[in-house]
């Protein structure tokens, strides 16, 4: 049960998080309506040889920074048996910041770019995208493309979407909590809205790499 000043998450950090690089951020409100960051399954079909993911800040040009991450898994080949093989680390996108604010083109909207899939029997494109800035946001728009000749950059609309809207609020780690810890020290849980558990929250690292998706699964009081 986490105590004053703590919040506990299910299963465990996945990368080390410190004091110095990291902070959790929430929305207000109770259920998957008011997840901070979202996570969406893809079935691309097997006419497609590539895949290409266009992350849209232009969205909401004067909007928060959403960290945005996409992966693939593919099934290469089925035996005798039925026994998939599968490839599960292909990386699209690692988490990746799109800021809407910036005067640079490329910072408010990026891409994927090609990803063959050319040779895979079954694939699936997992995208993750968070709200990781403590500003209002209606939302990033994601725009998922597949394409059906390997050499040529054509494109065709497979589904777009928006991501998860509203305005974070967020507490800071107040000392390193190593891979594996589930209870974690933050500053003020409560005041931040983390007393809304039971949903996904966003662990934003200053090292884009190193952030994660974590279930919240209790919330302490406030010192």
Known sequence: MAGVDEIDILNGLQIEQTAAASVAFTLDGEGASYEVVKTYAIPIPLTASGINVIFNGNHDPDGAKH???????????????????????????????????????GDRMKETGAQDVSASLCTTLHIDVAICEAEATTGLEVIVQIRSEAGKDEWTELTRFVGPIGTPTSTAFSDTEAVGQTTLSVT??????????????????TTPASSEIAWLMACGADA
Do not use: M, Y
């Open 67 to 105: 960290c945005v991450r996409a992966k693939l898994t593919k099934v290469t080949a089925v035996d005798g048996s039925g026994v998939p093989t599968k490839t599960e680390d292909t990386q699209a996108l690692e988490w990746t910041v799109i800021d809407p604010d910036s005067a640079t083109p």
């Open 188 to 205: 003020n849980p409560t005041a931040a809205n983390f007393d809304h558990v039971g949903k996904n929250i966003f662990i934003l690292n």
